[in-house]
């Protein structure tokens, strides 16, 4: 069976008449996905560092020499962190006068 000049016709029409349509949301979907690039790798490079930070943590509880390794990296680090460097001044001066007291 040959396929007739109007079918033929017909379906180039349709796809014609498809390309027409899509024609400028098409540019505007591949400017989107181009666009989103950045994001995308952005978001693998934080997936990847929060996953490695969650798996130093879930070592850090677990028993043993490199448990109370990461144990002391993390205290270390929140020791040294400015927001809490206060805290912790107070906490040892508050302390320091009370053992002087007694």
């Known amino acids: ?6 079918l ?3 379906d180039i029409g349709l796809v014609l008449a498809i390309l027409f ?4 949301n098409v540019f505007h979907a591949f400017y989107l996905i181009l666009s989103g690039i950045p994001t995308w790798i952005e978001l693998r490079i934080r997936q990847t560092l929060l996953g490695i930070r969650l ?9 043993g020499i490199l448990g109370r390794v990461f144990r002391e990296l993390q205290l270390r680090q929140i020791r040294n962190n400015p927001a809490y460097k206060e805290f912790f001044n107070e906490q040892v001066q508050s ?8």
């Not at 069976?1 to 109007?6: F, G």
């Not at 798996?55 to 028993?63: E, Y």
């Open 95 to 102: 302390n320091s006068l009370q053992e002087g007291e007694d």
């Open 21 to 24: 349509v899509l024609d400028r």
């Open 8 to 10: 033929i016709g017909l």
């Open 1 to 6: 069976m040959e396929p007739s000049p109007v």
């Open 55 to 63: 798996r130093i943590d879930r070592l850090g509880v677990q028993p």
